[in-house]
């Protein structure tokens, strides 16, 4: 059915982008599902990841959505637990743990190991953000060593904060640290998400944490997720609604922000802020509409946006328009407005139904 506006989700292609991250990072993929699958529908999107070692989420609920679907792969909690109840959950439900606070390592000695846990001590190298501080690491892994089971793993995982910068020392500095903090120990470590993975080949570890790579998009300004070897998953499409003509001089929309400078087309297109779209695109930004390249006239609405398609041929009601997709990378989207393509992926909106093409 075409709908309105609908997101297309190309399983293939998030099949082809794991293969391809693994290709490249010759190491374990914690694919990374957090946020909806970056608003690709977590559990489709999981399901299109059984080839992954592990997948891995922000949030507890992310993962027992993942778990009430079936979903039995390995799932970590990249932000760990918070309370005893949610241990005990996390215990029922087989999820591996970040450890990155001295709160939760008490709530992990608190349940003295009454469960196994798999775990992942996270160590900040100069983040800031979650981890412990390097200087506390000895103490720290001697305290998550006593306290493990046996049977379950422990390993060490950092986070990078500037790996999308191909020239920047702080990477260097961040994986020197985190080369030292672990040398001699027996454990498995995880260093890169998207970034740190494609750019940064000692920034690895054993495991990888890709995210935004997985849906084809790069994480990298000014490269496309194509320079990768990777396909975009996601196609956001809408109608158009209705066409009209306006005379030079006239505005088009709120605010009276576009005018026309000649008498112009324009094609009102059934997608907005609403469905997510960022009313900071700018009069100007492409979309596609009938294979050819229509530019945004004036603001973004809740539920519309118009386009100038003044030459354009056989656009009319019922036409469809690419807002992002393989056509027109959201990369370049995303630069238009000021911001990255994470937000937009992530912004799109529940009404947005997404169909799913395997
Ligand atoms: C979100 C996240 C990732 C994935 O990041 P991308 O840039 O999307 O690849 C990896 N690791 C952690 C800890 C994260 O929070």
């Not at 241990?87 to 003295?112: G, I, K, P, S, Y």
């Not at 103490?139 to 998550?144: A, E, G, I, L, S």
């Amino acid at each position: 059915m075409t709908r309105i506006i609908h997101a297309v989700i190309d399983t293939a292609a998030l099949a082809h982008n794991l293969r391809r991250m693994r290709e490249i990072s010759q190491a374990r993929i914690m694919a990374v599902v957090k946020a909806n699958a970056y608003g690709h529908g977590l559990v489709q999107a999981a399901n299109a990841l059984k080839e992954a070692d592990a997948l891995a989420v922000a949030r507890l609920d992310e993962g027992l959505q993942l778990r009430a679907a079936g979903i039995r792969q390995p799932i970590i909690l990249l932000e760990g637990v918070f309370t005893g109840r949610e241990l005990q959950t996390a215990a029922e439900c087989n999820f591996e743990l970040v450890v990155h606070a001295a709160e939760q390592l008490r709530l992990l000695e608190l349940d003295a190991n009454k469960h196994a846990f798999s775990l992942w001590l996270k160590v900040d190298t100069g983040m800031n953000r979650l981890g412990f501080r390097a200087e506390t690491f000895a103490d720290v892994w001697q305290r998550v060593g006593a306290l493990r089971q046996k049977a379950k793993t422990l390993r060490v995982m950092t986070h990078l904060a500037r790996a999308d910068e191909p020239s920047e020392p702080m990477t260097a500095a961040q994986l020197a640290l985190f080369a030292r903090l672990t040398r001699g120990l027996k454990a498995e470590t995880s260093i890169g998400n998207s970034a740190g993975t494609l750019l940064w080949p000692e920034g690895r570890g054993d495991w990888v944490r890709p995210g935004l790579a997985l849906y084809g998009v790069s994480p990298v300004a000014g490269r496309l997720g194509a320079d990768f070897g990777l396909r975009p998953v996601m196609t956001l499409e809408a109608s158009v609604i209705a066409v009209r003509r306006v005379l030079q001089g006239e505005t088009v929309g709120y605010g009276g922000a576009w005018r026309a400078e000649r008498d112009s087309d324009i094609a009102i297109v059934a997608a907005g802020y609403g469905d997510g779209l960022t009313r900071q695109l700018p009069s100007g930004t492409p979309l596609r509409i009938e294979q050819q390249t229509a530019r945004l006239a004036g603001r973004v609405s809740m539920d519309m946006i118009a386009a100038d398609i003044t030459g354009l041929t056989n656009i009319r009601v019922g036409s469809r328009a690419q807002l992002w997709g393989p056509m027109l990378p959201v990369e370049q989207i995303a630069a238009q407005a000021g911001t990255i393509p994470y937000e937009l992926l992530c912004g799109v909106s529940q009404r947005v139904p997404l169909e799913i093409q395997v």
